[in-house]
């Protein structure tokens, strides 16, 4: 039995520009009719559907009946993922940097804030966060991969995080992470999903089912507020919520 993951019937799927800017458009996480979509990839309302229903057979899309319409959104979490991955991926690998995609202006304000990537936070929140964990001394390197220096041990520690790359494991400990909307890097890896934890943990952030936007709290805002200030704000747990 050959047990070697489809990557190419995935990869057609997006392989077509259309199809391509159709998942693109439902990135947000919002529901769009088809034709809605078929404007935003410039092709005919025939053409939309075909494209529409490979989008669904493949996984990637789903179709939600609303009278006699029909909705279209990104199937899983896993499919917005892998639509976004691929997304950062070409970003990074450009020479230059390109002007900002027009789509990314029509994102919901939420979205372009905080949202998760894979199992770590990413948005402008994100972004900032790792910038001033960097330039606080609690990370260094300038590379791909970060290393945890003993401040910010002592720092994390005291916010509840307090953790090693496991011995043997072949997972990143801290990693940049292109971020999509942002085009600057935000934290991923071991740590950047054990940050999270603690935000979903501790109430700064709250997760919504079927979608990879994060509402920020109250508390939220007055502990990241004290995080990204240029000062250390102290270790004592107590001072973040």
């Known amino acids: 039995m050959d ?31 088809a034709g809605e979509l078929a404007f935003a990839a410039n092709i005919s309302a025939q053409s939309a559907s075909a494209h529409l229903a490979k989008l669904v057979d493949g996984g990637l899309l789903t179709a939600d009946a609303q009278g006699r319409h029909r909705y279209f959104r990104i199937a899983s979490r896993e499919a917005a993922h892998l639509i976004e991955g ?13 002007p900002p995609p027009a789509l990314v202006r029509a ?27 960097l330039d606080k001394g609690w990370l260094a390197g300038s590379g791909q991969d970060y290393e945890l220096t003993p401040t910010g041990r002592q720092q994390l520690a005291a916010l509840g995080v307090s953790m090693e790359s496991a011995p043997g494991s072949r997972r990143p400990f801290a990693r940049c992470c292109v971020d999509l909307t942002q085009r600057r890097p935000h934290l991923s890896g071991a740590l950047g999903a054990a940050l999270l934890a603690m935000y979903v943990s501790e109430g700064w952030v709250l997760r919504a089912p079927r979608s990879r936007v994060v509402s920020i709290t109250p508390k939220g805002h007055a502990a990241f507020a004290r995080l990204l200030t240029p000062t250390s704000a102290g270790t004592d747990r107590r001072n973040y919520g």
Request: a neutral charge; proline letters at 10%.
């Open 107 to 133: 994102m919901p304000p939420q979205f372009l804030q905080a949202r998760t990537c894979y199992d770590h936070l990413a948005g402008e929140i994100a972004v900032q966060l790792l910038q001033t964990m």
């Open 3 to 33: 047990d070697t993951p489809d990557i190419a019937s995935i990869a057609a799927l997006l392989a077509d520009p259309a199809r391509a800017t159709i998942a693109w458009t439902l990135i947000d996480g919002t529901r769009r009719p």
């Open 86 to 98: 691929l997304a950062s991926f070409s970003m990074a690998t450009r020479p230059k940097q390109p």
